[in-house]
């Protein structure tokens, strides 16, 4: 993988079993973000294969790849729009009434319960914190339903208890799909099947989860 000419990733070569909760971690400017985004066909590589479920990405279209990953920011994207908005997308299929069973299910919905509106409560103009931004997006993410699910520094800039919070919805999704978690926090990432630790674009080490 390059940059220009400067070569970024470099025999880079790890396998993802479906199912499992990975995590990618390394100092900043080691290369896990962008590992991630060659996943997501936002970089084309030179050399080698991706395969996903034995197909090759290269050969599969990028929309279709897509449909099928949800990522995460560390900067969730929230649009000044209300919080039923953020969260559906304009998908007409997902309804009030599975939105508030999640947000209780979560165990998140005390987060909710001082906004005057409600699901139609301008986020533009609400007073949420980081972390309750944070929050949305995962709502958002868990609801339209993907088969793979990146987290970018996902606990990144949060109070510890936001923190916990958010740890156990990763858990609760790892439980049906496979996750990629990138993060620093040793606290994020010591529940994953595997570690992979990237050092200089490289694979430094890869630890799995003992048995």
Excluded: W
Aim: aromatic share 8%; hydrophobic share 40%; charged share 25%.
């Amino acid at each position: 993988m390059k940059y220009d000419k400067e070569m970024i990733l470099k025999n880079v070569s790890f396998v993802i079993k479906k199912g499992t909760k990975v995590a990618i971690a390394g100092r900043t400017g080691a290369g896990k973000t962008t590992i991630t985004n060659v996943l997501m066909k936002l970089y084309n590589i030179q050399s080698g294969k991706i395969l996903v479920n034995d197909y090759d990405i290269s050969k599969v279209s990028t929309k279709c790849l897509r449909e099928h990953i949800s990522y995460i920011s560390q900067n969730p994207y929230i649009f000044a729009d209300t919080l039923r908005n953020n969260i559906t997308l304009g998908n007409q299929s997902i309804t009030d009434q599975q939105i508030n069973e999640l947000i209780k299910e979560m165990k998140v919905d005390y987060l909710f319960s001082k906004l005057k509106n409600g699901l139609d409560t301008k986020i533009k103009f609400s007073k949420l914190a980081y972390g309750e931004l944070q929050i949305i997006a995962f709502i958002r993410a868990i609801l339209h339903k993907a088969n793979f699910y990146i987290f970018d520094e996902p606990t990144s800039n949060i109070d510890l208890q936001t923190e916990k919070m958010i740890q156990n919805i990763i858990n609760k999704i790892s439980q049906k799909s496979t996750v990629i978690i990138i993060a620093h926090r040793k606290s994020t990432i010591e529940n994953s099947d595997k570690i992979i630790y990237v050092k200089d674009g490289q694979i430094d080490m890869i630890k799995n989860k003992a048995i």
